[in-house]
């Protein structure tokens, strides 16, 4: 399927034109057809010769309803612009002409109608609308002149529309999905259904969906939903890609009046829900000329936001509340209450940076007057340090096919090659700087790197092996130190050799409290030897050299089996402060077996 929108000034025949093609009546409302003009959006459809299939959106032209027209014009990538030819071209084809404009559509076709009341021809009128279309994607867009009432040139029009719509450019069902609701309502025995454009990726029958949307009061609302059914020009249908006007019936808790248009369905976490966007002006008033109030206008939808400018062509916008945006949506500005379009924008940037320095709009300004509307990757990566893959897909940034030059792959994130160089650099510095100063330091703890790297330090944990290495540094229970450092102690030194000489000769002669105080050995200084592999802790202050347990075993193991504390106690030539903490760190290793309150057994497989 086709979606073509109409435009054109207010009473120039769109809707009777819609109706002449489909035969289907696209004005909704009883109030609609008894004035004769469209208030709200209309929908119909037909089958062309070629036996394509196209839905038209047909938009109010009257400019108290132009967010209704830009409702309807938001999501369709194809316009019939109508102009009749006895009036020629009005304030609202201006209107129209530059929401089109705004909007960065570039497929069309121009309409002529009532032709049959321009005797005289409509070669001054054709002129005119050249002339105004001149600056717009339909610039070069073919001309048809018909008149609904007489038939004549409606099948030239049929034709043209075939050409049309077979020149779009090819859909992207596989890209994600993004449905903006222009409607709901509740159809019995069914319940909630909505409707929108789809203009890419696809809808499918049981999908998971969530629903972004707000209340009257205008808070937030997010709510899981599913898709019962789906629905497209009256036909069921189990599955539907782009371009299409849907209707979805979804399964949710939500009732069809506590959905509003500009609400949207899309794919759980395939998109950044933002509120706050770096864009630059394609069209319209210079942004230092904008009111501070302006209503942005996307899809369906419709968000009041404050605008800071940069410059004449870059401004910030910060929104009411937030909708799934990415890099290179067009948005339609106007001021409030105004019932005109002010510009046309296109997004550079879903997740700016804060502005807090004085001289930071100039050089945001500068910033942005060399990004794409398609995103670099390099540039994303290297404002970040590093970043997920994913990330930058749900922001819309394109080639991520591999990374860039000057990005390295590391698992799911790409990391900016320099920032890696800068990290390694501060992370090895700040480690040495720290042994030097205490060399009883476990090392640097993992919050304190993180610290170190700045706004990139929630990717340390991902990256901490690779960062690490780079660094020719080591990680060891929550610590990054230097390789070897650990063997290092400092003033400590002397007594933990002492003490390593007088239990290499009495192996289970833990040296008493008084002891370690003679030999100037304290918490800190047994934890550091402890780290470094040459001493082990057990409870109640009992301290051993590490091989202890393994000879325990080789005494123990010659005992009768079972055997009680006091048997150990003797084999190993001890006490009962040492004995009992090293039988339970046996037992904790799985090497011994506690039977009862005093027996034990070697643990044998």
């Not at 004035?35 to 047909?58: E, H, P, Y």
């Not at 789906?230 to 506590?258: F, K, M, Q, W, Y």
Request: net charge neutral; hydrophobic share 45%.
């Amino acid at each position: 399927m086709f979606v073509v929108a109409t435009a054109g000034h207010v009473d120039h025949g769109k809707s009777t034109l819609v109706r002449a093609l489909t035969g289907m009546e696209p004005d909704r409302w009883a109030e609609e057809r008894r004035r004769g003009l469209t208030i709200d959006l209309g929908f119909a459809w037909t089958t062309l010769a070629s036996g394509r299939d196209v839905a038209f959106v047909d938009v109010p032209g009257h400019e108290r309803f132009l967010g209704n027209m830009l409702a309807g014009l938001g999501p369709v990538p194809a316009v019939c612009f109508v102009v009749a030819a006895d009036e020629g071209w009005q304030a609202q084809s201006s209107d129209h002409r530059d929401a089109i404009a705004a909007l960065g559509i570039t497929h069309g076709i121009v309409v002529l109608t009532r032709s049959d009341r321009a005797p005289g021809g409509v070669d001054e009128v054709l002129a005119r609308v050249r002339a105004e279309l001149a600056g717009t994607g339909l610039r070069d867009a073919p001309v048809v002149t018909v008149s609904a009432v007489t038939g004549a040139g409606l099948e030239e029009l049929r034709s043209t529309l075939d050409n049309l719509v077979a020149s779009l450019p090819g859909p992207e069902p596989d890209t994600r999905m993004r449905l903006w609701i222009d409607r709901s309502f509740t159809i019995s025995g069914a319940g909630t259904v909505v409707t929108g454009t789809l203009a890419a990726g696809t809808l499918t029958q049981g999908d998971r969906l969530l629903l972004l949307g707000h209340d009257s009061a205008g808070t937030d609302t997010a709510s899981t939903v599913s898709v019962r059914a789906l629905h497209s020009c009256n036909r069921a249908v189990e599955s539907i890609g782009p371009t299409s006007r849907v209707a979805v019936n979804i399964r949710s808790g939500v009732p069809a009046d506590a959905i509003h248009r500009g609400d949207v369905l899309v794919l759980e976490d395939s998109w950044p829900v933002v509120d706050t966007v770096d864009v630059r002006r394609t069209m319209g008033a210079s942004f230092e000329d904008a009111p501070g109030q302006l209503v942005v206008h996307i899809g369906a939808a419709s968000v009041a936001a404050r605008i800071r400018p940069f410059d004449g062509d870059h401004a910030r916008l910060m929104l009411d509340r937030p909708i799934p945006l990415e890099l290179g949506d067009r948005l339609v500005l106007r001021a409030s209450g105004s019932r005109a379009v002010l510009a046309g924008a296109q997004i550079l940037d879903v997740d700016p940076p804060a502005l807090s320095r004085r001289g930071d709009s100039s050089r945001r300004a500068g910033a942005l007057a060399a990004m794409s509307p398609a995103g670099d990757a390099l540039t994303e990566v290297a404002r970040r340090g590093a970043v997920r893959v994913q990330e930058l897909r749900r922001m819309g940034v394109s080639g991520l096919d591999q990374p860039p030059a000057g990005v390295l792959n590391v698992g799911e994130w790409w990391v900016h090659e320099p920032v890696l160089e800068g990290w390694t650099k501060r992370l090895r510095t700040a480690v040495e700087q720290l042994a030097e100063r205490d060399p009883l330091a476990a090392g640097l703890s993992l919050g304190a790197a993180r610290d170190l790297i700045g706004p990139a330090g929630g990717a340390l944990g991902a990256l901490l092996e690779t960062i690490v290495q780079a660094a020719g540094l080591e990680y060891r229970a929550g610590f990054i130190s230097l390789p070897g450092e650990s063997s290092g102690l400092g003033p400590a030194e002397a007594g933990i050799s002492a003490l390593e000489h007088r239990l290499r000769t009495e192996p289970f002669a833990a040296p008493e409290a008084y002891d370690l105080e003679i030999l100037g050995l304290g918490a800190r200084e047994l934890a550091a030897a402890e780290r470094s592999g040459r001493l082990l802790r057990l409870g109640d202050g009992v301290v051993l050299l590490p091989r202890a347990p393994a000879l325990a075993m080789r005494e123990l193991s010659a005992l009768p089996q079972p055997f009680t504390t006091s048997e150990a106690r003797k084999a190993l030539g001890t006490t009962r402060r040492v004995a009992i903490p090293l039988l339970e760190h046996l037992d904790s290793r799985g090497w011994t077996r506690r039977l009862d309150g005093s027996r034990r057994t070697i643990a044998r497989g």
